[in-house]
Structures are given as C-alpha cells and as structure tokens.
C-alpha cells in the first residue's frame, strides 16, 4: 500500500484517505481527490459517487464504454453492486445528505468555513458544476489542496477574496503541510504533516488559527 | 400514432430563435445526429439549455461552435473554450448554474412546479437577483422552472410507442428533459416493436416521446 510517499499531492491523498471509513458514500473531485482510493487500507471500502449518475464508480478496466465515463467526462467503471440513475437523482443523493463524504480541490478556504474554488473572474470561468450542490449537502466537507498557490501565496484565509462556491461549508483542509479543522472559532491546526514545523506552517498561512493543545 | 421520423423531417422542427434542451453530460448521453441535424438546418439564435457545452466537435459543442446559440444555461462550460471566448467578447449570453439546480428547475419544468427551493447557492453569486425564503430557520433560495419548446434526447433502445431505455451513465439529463418540453426527438441506437420492452424496463414511458429517429437514419 503506501510506500514512499513522494510529492505534495501523494502526501494530500494518503492523509484523506485516512478520513474515510469502510461504506461510506464518497464523491471525490476531479484531479487530487481522485488519487485517494490509492492509498486505503485493504479493509476500508468505500462507495464512490459520480455526479452524473451512479454510484459504485470504479477504474476503468477492459474495453473502453463511451456510455460510461467519471464526471470529468473520462472513460470508467461500474462495480458489482453499483447503480446507474439520472441527474435529478444523483443530485438528491448529494443535496439530501445521502453522500457522506465529499472531497473536493480549493483556491482559498477562510476561517468562516467559506469554499473558493469555481472561478477566476476575468481568467477562468469554467461553471460550478456540481461542486456548490456537493459543498451544499455532503455529510463532510474535506478541501484536499495544496498549501499554497503557484505564485507562493496562502490559500488559507482569513477571509475568501474570489468568489464564493459554498458559505460556511468547509469541515476539514488537509494540505502537504498541515491539517486543519473549521470550527465555530475559526481554523484549528489539527496535525503537521511528517518533518513539517509549527514555524513552517504558521509563516505559509495568512489566517489566523488556533494550535491543539496536542501538538504543543 | 406513427413516431418514427427520418432525418429530413428532424429538421423541419426546429426555428430561429427557439428554445432546445439537449441530454448528455460532456457529449455522453447528447443525440450526436440530432445536433448534426439542427447544424444543417442553419437554425440560429437559439437558446440552449443543456448541462454543459462538451467539446468543440462533440456534444452541443458544435452548435456553439458554429455560432448558433445566442444564450446557453448551463452548470459547467470549461471544456469547450469556444464557449468561454464567446462570452468574454460579449458575443454569447451564458447562465451558469448549479447541476443540481439545473436539474431541479428543469424537474420543476416538467413538473407543473412553480420553482424549488434549494440551500444550493445561498451566500454565493448565484443567489443574486433570487429571492430568498426562510423555512425553519434556514435560507433557500427560490429557483424557478425551465422549459423548452424542443428536447433533444438519447436514449439505447425504444419500443414504437417511444418507451425508451437508457444505457449506463448515458441517461444523466435525459429522463427530466422528457416532461419540459413541447415536442420531445428522441435518438435511439436500437427499435423495437411495442410489447418487446418489458413495462418494469421502461426508464422513460412513451406518452412523452413525440418523435422518434433512429440513429443512421433506417426507420425499422
């Protein structure tokens, strides 16, 4: 299982992972998210949802369905057990609080638990999708980012400065560096990822956040 | 009642300035003949609602391409850049809106629903211009019904009274655009007599299909 964990974005997947629990109902967004089935355990199984229609998404394997692709329009799987449907549906699963867990990438997370992460104005205005649905009505709320933007600045705020995808939505931020957790008192520094110091971290993230007394 | 349509009668249905709703999700599930005939029909200003516009040759893709659509509402534009360059120049108008909400007014379309309310949006720049109402102590926001005079569907299989089945992750918007329109194409990869779709299989009951085009074009 895991080995040698080698860039940012392994790091980010492997400490997700370890989130979910065997038979949750789990939708995982496009990119980072989608590297977390690699990295649990043999005993935790979980279901993967698909935005635009089943549950029980699995690897593409064989012959290549063009009916059957992941929300990223991208060919794949159907498990034994799993269940087509159409979007009206899946979208009660994922507004109704039938998916458990939701992981999703991020531009800036603030400490009111607000989510960025659908648009650029000016530069990139792709459309929201699923994700302000998603953010919306998942049980658990996890942003699986990295630390920092490319341009070497925070995306852990004090408050979000683009355009909102979801108010007061985000539960948890896993990053290569740190974890945190969005309370009712703003963000709560939960774990430092191996080698990382408290210095580190507090020097790379703008918001202000609270240290548990555990890793003192 | 004959459905079964050919090629050449699919574009007779459409005029300027219409409203089409289209299935698929980036192209998977969109009837590829019909747009093609909507292309060749030189149709034009149409507003079109579908949950994304695919890529530059697949899906509704092409329509927007070939600048047919004067205004699109759609949840996601990203893999089609045409789209997004249409909009910067002020050249096409595009709504965005969440998937899910997308799917619920096009539910409320089809439905005889006035609107839905949705939590989906709140404190987002979806919400503006919408009104708001607390129920219980929580905000939603009020999103009100779509419907099109055409809907443009896929399906794998139909029976002639227009039954139809889907195929895997083919059927995403399909289903709901069946009661939001006026007159309901379908494109079917397969055509069967009435009696051979088993009345527990059918996904989509006939009595909302109007038309019905086999893709390739032979009628039986």
Known sequence: ?216 | MNKMISMEEVSTLFTDGMTIMAGGFMGVGTPQELVSAMLEANVRDITLIANDTAFTETGVGPLIVNRRVKKVIASHIGTNPETGRQMIAGELEVELVPQGTLAERVRAGGSGLGGVLTPTGVGTVVEEGKEKITVDGREFLLEKPLRAEVALLKAYKADKAGNLIYHRSARNFNPLMALAADTVIVQVEQIVEIGDIDPDEVMTPGILVDKIFVQGGCQS
């Not at chain 1, 299982?1 to 370890?18: D, F, G, H, Y």
């Not at chain 1, 394997?61 to 990223?72: C, K, Q, S, T, Y």
């Not at chain 1, 995808?165 to 703003?186: N, P, Q, S, W």
């Open chain 1, 1 to 216: 299982m895991i080995s040698t964990l080698i860039n940012p974005k392994q790091i980010i997947a492997a400490r997700v992972a370890k989130e979910l629990s065997d038979g949750d109902v789990v939708n995982l967004g496009i990119g980072l998210p989608t590297m977390v089935p690699n990295f649990l355990p043999e005993d935790v199984n979980v279901i993967l949802q698909s935005e635009n229609g089943y549950i029980g998404l699995g690897p593409l394997e064989g012959d290549i369905d063009p009916d059957l692709v992941n929300a990223g329009g991208q060919p794949s799987s159907i498990l034994p057990g799993g269940a087509f449907f159409d979007s009206l549906f899946s979208f009660e699963l994922i507004r109704g609080g039938h998916v458990d867990v939701t992981v999703l990438g991020g531009l800036e997370v603030d400490a009111k638990g607000n989510l960025a992460n659908w648009m650029v104005p000016g530069k990139m205005v792709p459309g929201m999708g699923g994700a302000m649905d998603l953010v919306t009505g998942a049980k658990k709320v996890i942003v699986a980012m990295e630390h920092m933007a490319k341009n070497g600045s925070s995306k852990i705020l004090q408050q979000c400065r683009l355009p909102l995808t979801g108010k007061g939505v985000v539960d948890m931020i896993v990053t290569e560096l740190a974890v945190f957790r969005v309370t009712e008192a703003g963000f709560v520094l939960e774990e430092l990822q191996e080698g990382v110091s408290l210095e580190t971290v507090r020097e790379k993230t703008e918001a202000a956040f609270i240290v548990n007394p555990a890793l003192a």
